[in-house]
Structures are given as structure tokens and as C-alpha cells.
């Protein structure tokens, strides 16, 4: 049977899962990364923080599947909105990926990746729809509403693009630029379209869960920080968890 590999890139997004891995899991170290294997609620697993940006995301897959034999690969984390739509403690879940720092122009098209033809990495659509259910369900909880408070709602899940870039970004111009030059796009991070072209490249099943810290403007530094100590651990501990606990990612 073939792990699921759960990646984050930081360790606030993967600590209670790690922390709920079975007794006899036992941990890794390749590249400067712990890979940390074992069962979480008898789903076999290899859990890993990738660290930021998106060489240090293929890196930490291509090791889950080349080495620990992932079939799947489950990216979760932060991402600041793009979109009007997506407000802050909001859930995306990607249904597509892409490199929005991608230009090879005019060698190839904008934000085509050379020499494989395309743009975007389409996200395994089951494991797509486990995690918007199980979020959704999470959204509805009263664990969700500490987050809703500066959207003054309960978290809304989206599904659909998600753009990736080795920027942190802090600006609203830069975030105005990038949402008029795609205005499909949720979210933005730092390593997700990473991970899906190295799980498009060996066949393996992709999922993108992001939780929304901030809108990439000027307060984004602190708003993710607020989040990231304060919230990412309850997001994480409510989406993933029940859905690891359900049986459902476990294959036969
Ligand atoms: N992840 C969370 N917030 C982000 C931002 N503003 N820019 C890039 N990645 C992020």
C-alpha cells in the first residue's frame, strides 16, 4: 500500500499531525529534511516540513515519492488572498496550480513550464472534494470562529486556482498587478505549483489545501504571523485530522 505524503512548509502547519503519528513511527533525515513515517489513524503516512519557496518544495517530494514511496502527496498551508472573494481564516482548495513567477518568454509561452507544455497542474479532483467536505464541515464548527472575526462571517472554502511564486508578498501594488494579470487565481504561495509539477512528472495524485493568513498587502507580515502562531494549528487539527480519523484516505 503507498504512503500519503503530507508536506508543509512550516512547522506550526504540520505540528499536530506529527504529534498524533502512531509510537512506532520513525523519522528520516535526507537533504537536511526529516521525514518522519509511520501511521496516523491507521492511514500509512510520511509527514515532512519542506521549508519555504519552490526548490525546497520539489526537493522535499520528489524524496516522499522517489524514497518513501508516496502515491499521494497532500500540500497544506498558508497563502495570502488574492482574490475579493477570499478574506482572511477563508479555506482555498486548489483545483488547478501554476508558477505565476514562470517566464521564459519568448522562448515559451508566459508562465508555460519549458518543455512540459503547460501552465497548470490540475489537483486530483477526489482528494480534492475530501478536503473541501471535510473543511466545509470544519468552517461550520466553533472552532472556525475565532478566525471569522476579521471577516465578520463564518470561513467560506473555495475551490479553484492557486498561483505559486518565490515571493513573500507584502505589497499591494504587487498583489494588484498579479490579480489583474490573473484574475482566476484564489490565492498566492510559495510552494504548491512546485510540489504539483513534481507529482505531474511522476504520476502521482496532488492536493493544495491553503488557509488564507492575510490579503498580501502591507500588513500581510504580521497577519501571518498573528496566524501562524495563533490559528494554523486549529485549521490543521480540524480539517485534517477528522478526515485522516474517517478511514477515508486510506487505500486498499
Ligand atoms: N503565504 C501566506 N501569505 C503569503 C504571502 N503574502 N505571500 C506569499 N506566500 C504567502
Known amino acids: 500500500m503507498g504512503r500519503l505524503a503530507i508536506l508543509g512548509a512550516l512547522h506550526e502547519e504540520i505540528a499536530d499531525l506529527l504529534a498524533a503519528m502512531d509510537p512506532g513511527a520513525a523519522t528520516f533525515r535526507i537533504a537536511m529534511r526529516d521525514f518522519h513515517v509511520g501511521t496516523l489513524w491507521g492511514t500509512p503516512c510520511v509527514i515532512a516540513l519542506s521549508r519555504i519557496g519552490k526548490v525546497a518544495a520539489a526537493a522535499t517530494a520528489c524524496i516522499a515519492i522517489q524514497e518513501f514511496k508516496a502515491s499521494r502527496v497532500i500540500f497544506t ?16 482548495v486548489a483545483s ?9 518568454r519568448p522562448l515559451f509561452g508566459r508562465h508555460e513550464i519549458p518543455l512540459l507544455g503547460r501552465e497548470r497542474f490540475d489537483a486530483d479532483p477526489a482528494l480534492g472534494r475530501l478536503l473541501q467536505d471535510s473543511a466545509a464541515l470544519f468552517a461550520r464548527s466553533p472552532a472556525a470562529m475565532p478566525a471569522a472575526g476579521a471577516a465578520r462571517r463564518p470561513p467560506k472554502v473555495h ?11 507584502n505589497d499591494i501594488e504587487y498583489a494588484q498587478r498579479l490579480r ?12 504548491g505549483g512546485a510540489t504539483a509539477q513534481v507529482c505531474y512528472e511522476f504520476g502521482v495524485p496532488f492536493a493544495l489545501l491553503r488557509v488564507i493568513s492575510d490579503r498580501a498587502d502591507h500588513a500581510a507580515k504580521s497577519d501571518f504571523t498573528d496566524f501562524l502562531v495563533n490559528l494554523a494549528r486549529v485549521y490543521s487539527a480540524g480539517i485534517l485530522a ?11
Open 242 to 252: 477528522p478526515l485522516l480519523q474517517s478511514g477515508a484516505l486510506r487505500q486498499a
Open 180 to 191: 489583474q494579470a490573473l484574475p482566476e487565481a484564489l490565492c498566492l504561495e510559495m510552494e
Open 96 to 104: 488547478a496550480v501554476m508558477q505565476y513567477d514562470m517566464d521564459a
Open 159 to 169: 475551490h479553484g486556482l492557486i498561483a505559486t511564486g518565490d515571493v513573500f508578498v
Open 77 to 92: 498551508g498558508l497563502a495570502g488572498g488574492l482574490h475579493a472573494d477570499v478574506e482572511v481564516g477563508d479555506v482555498v
